[in-house]
């Protein structure tokens, strides 16, 4: 079955690195589209960047563009995602996304269970 496993969650102070992964599993990787999500407590799940297959064209969230990295490896069935100068925020579940490359629209997402962000001081 489809398997999304997220890591590296933590806690990072402003202005500070966290590198984000996700382990696919179930699937063939290269068939998907991937990303990443984060929801904070009481918010709606956002996007904050996605990778597509083939071409590997990566698409951010305008609050993360020249900070956040996607990139994805596709003999290792793994997304990463490289966060640069974090700002403050509340602890937020970042969530890994798997998406069919022949399917538009979220009816056949794939989701891991999420890894914790605190970014604080």
């Known amino acids: 079955q489809v398997q999304l496993v997220e890591s590296g969650g933590g806690l990072v102070q402003p202005g500070g690195s966290l590198k984000l992964s996700c382990a696919a599993s179930?699937?063939?990787?290269?068939?998907?589209?991937m990303g990443w999500y984060r929801q904070a407590p009481g918010k709606e799940r956002d996007l904050v960047a996605t990778i597509t297959t083939p071409s590997g064209t990566t698409n951010y969230a305008d609050s993360v563009k020249g900070r956040f990295t996607i990139s994805r490896d596709n003999i290792k069935n793994t997304v990463f995602q490289q966060m640069n100068s974090v700002k403050p925020k509340v602890t937020t579940v970042y969530y890994c996304?798997?998406?069919?490359?022949?399917?538009?629209?979220?009816?056949?997402?794939?989701w891991g269970q999420g890894t914790q962000v605190t970014v604080s001081s």
């Open positions: 996304n798997a998406r069919p490359l022949w399917v538009t629209g979220g009816t056949s997402d794939c």
């Open positions: 179930g699937f063939t990787f290269t068939h998907y589209h």
